[in-house]
């Protein structure tokens, strides 16, 4: 089912890779995956947080708070 009407508002994603045994925080993918893969470190893939930070502009809020009010309003059946 596609949605046409979906609110699309810019952000600004960021994702840190980092290891939660050593807190090496990793530039890339591929040097988190070398770490799991190297023989010499104790690194397991259950040892490493991805985390997302997830920044919306102050307009993009205003569009979302809109949006959300007009789902508000509309009557519950």
């Given at each position: 089912?596609a949605?046409?009407?979906?609110l699309?508002i810019d952000?600004?994603?960021?994702?840190?890779?980092?290891n939660t045994?050593?807190n090496k925080?990793?530039?890339?993918?591929?040097?988190?995956e070398?770490?799991?893969a190297?023989?010499?470190?104790e690194t397991?893939?259950a040892?490493?947080?991805?985390d997302?930070k997830?920044?919306?502009?102050p307009?993009g809020?205003?569009v979302?708070q809109?949006?959300?009010?007009?789902?508000?309003?509309?009557?519950?059946?």
């Amino acid at each position: 089912m596609a949605h046409v009407d979906l609110l699309k508002i810019d952000c600004t994603t960021t994702v840190v890779l980092r290891n939660t045994r050593t807190n090496k925080v990793y530039k890339d993918e591929a040097e988190k995956e070398a770490d799991i893969a190297d023989p010499n470190t104790e690194t397991t893939a259950a040892d490493i947080a991805q985390d997302v930070k997830v920044e919306v502009s102050p307009k993009g809020l205003n569009v979302l708070q809109k949006v959300m009010n007009q789902n508000n309003d509309k009557p519950k059946s």
